[in-house]
């Protein structure tokens, strides 16, 4: 067996093959949706940029309301049907929304309630990813699943902004949405073809099971660091750069075409990322998840030196890299280390610690950046990132946590 055969021998289990390629389809859809709704919604006679705010906060907002819900009925009635019923409502509220802009007949508050629409779609399909994997492959193989999965998102976030504004050009920002309804429509053939696993209702109400899952979460003082951690990280770290790293490239790097390329490198060192961890399954895996998580300050670190534009785009490959590393490593850990069970509900806690002060973050960089400077509130971050990483490794369920079997026998269908 060569070294690429055996790193890619994940994919001989079909249902595998079958979920990856339903999920690559919708990611890179979702791609190209962001771009087109935008666009969509500028060239509408109510809209313009206080708009195209309100549709994407709208969009957010029912992400974390259902997310949470999301995760008790994915423990309830299995990952599969509510991540199929998810996705369904995502190709629902794109087709009609491209129906409406195909026709010319779309107004802002359809948009927003077709945005609420396919925010809640997507909080339904989340906590379903890390109980769904783990009964597609062998355990032994769950990082190389893992991994291909995670490479799916950059190669979207690449290739579909660019195909999006290239459809735009030629044709509408209806006709981008309508493909993206496609991509939903795929991934819910994808779904439908997958086994219903088999689940036992609590009897329990929608608070109680709530209520086990964050016992559960909290029992796990490895788990609620990390997510703690990475929850600040979007925080201190990610969303200043988000905001602020456009305006630095357009001052002294070259404008939106060198943004772009910092971007673009860092999407593809996610995927060097990926292929490095594939065929891997390294015992201490959430230690090196969290160490990989370092890699992101580098690229905010380049900016707030004011480095040149080709010192950023290594920075920022390289944050790739780490990206990649962090996410599927954490992911693994979660899916051999959590119960069945609650897994649902633990990936629902676990996304909404995560991303639930991103968008606080977002909204504070600008104002606080006015009144510190730029540079300095990237700096501030950085310095964060680098000592919240040792602060972590420094808790021992952390720094000694290994991987362990876990007792649920997990059958592979090839």
């Known amino acids: ?20 390629l339903g ?76 129906l409406l802009l195909l026709t010319g007949s779309a107004r802002i508050w359809e948009v927003v309630v077709l945005a609420v629409l396919l925010g809640a779609g997507e909080g339904g399909f989340m906590p379903g990813l890390s109980a769904l994997v783990p009964g597609l492959v062998p355990e032994g193989e769950l990082a190389s699943a893992n991994a291909l999965l995670g ?3 950059p190669v979207a976030s690449i290739v579909g902004p660019g195909l999006a504004g290239l459809l735009v050009a030629a044709f509408d920002a209806g006709t981008v949405v309508a493909v993206d309804a496609v991509s939903y429509g795929v991934s819910v053939v994808a779904l439908v073809g997958l ?15 709530l209520g086990r899952g964050w016992r559960e979460f909290t029992s796990h003082t490895w788990l609620w660091v990390t997510t703690l951690h990475i929850g600040l990280f979007n925080f201190m770290l990610s969303a200043p750069f988000l905001v602020l790293g456009p305006s630095i490239a357009e001052e002294r790097l070259g404008g939106a075409r060198a943004w772009g390329l910092v971007l673009a490198l860092e999407g593809g060192g996610a995927i060097v990322g990926g292929v490095l961890l594939l065929g891997r399954n390294p015992r201490r895996g959430l230690t090196w ?27 920022a490959f390289f944050a790739g890299i780490g990206a990649a590393v ?77 991987a362990t079997p876990h007792v649920e026998k997990r059958v592979a269908v090839h």
């Open 1 to 20: 067996m060569t070294l690429g055969t055996h790193r890619l021998r994940v994919l001989r289990h079909a249902r595998f093959r079958r979920f990856l």
């Open 23 to 98: 999920q690559t389809t919708s990611l890179l859809g979702s791609g190209m949706n962001t771009i087109a709704t935008t666009f969509a919604v500028l060239r509408l006679p109510d809209g313009g940029v206080d708009a195209v705010g309100g549709v994407m906060a709208a969009r957010i907002l029912a992400v974390l309301v259902v997310l949470l819900l999301g995760g008790v009925f994915t423990d309830r009635l299995g990952a599969r049907t509510v991540m199929l019923t998810a996705d369904v409502l995502r190709f629902g509220s794109q087709a009609v929304l491209a």
């Open 151 to 153: 490479m799916a998102r």
């Open 195 to 209: 086994p219903v696993a088999g689940v036992q209702p609590s009897g329990r109400g929608v608070f109680s099971e």
């Open 289 to 315: 998840s969290v160490v990989a998580s370092v890699g992101w300050a580098v690229p905010v670190a380049a900016l707030a030196l004011g480095l040149p534009l080709a010192w950023v785009t290594g920075a």
């Open 326 to 402: 962090c996410t599927t490593l954490a992911a693994t850990v979660i899916q051999r280390d959590i119960p069945a069970e609650v897994r649902g509900r633990i990936g629902a806690f676990d996304s909404l610690g995560a991303f639930a002060l991103g968008p606080l973050g977002l909204a504070l960089a600008g104002p606080v950046s006015g009144v510190v400077g730029a540079e300095r509130l990237l700096g501030f971050g950085v310095l964060w990132q680098v000592t919240a990483v040792g602060v972590v490794l420094a808790v021992p369920s952390v720094r000694r946590h290994e």
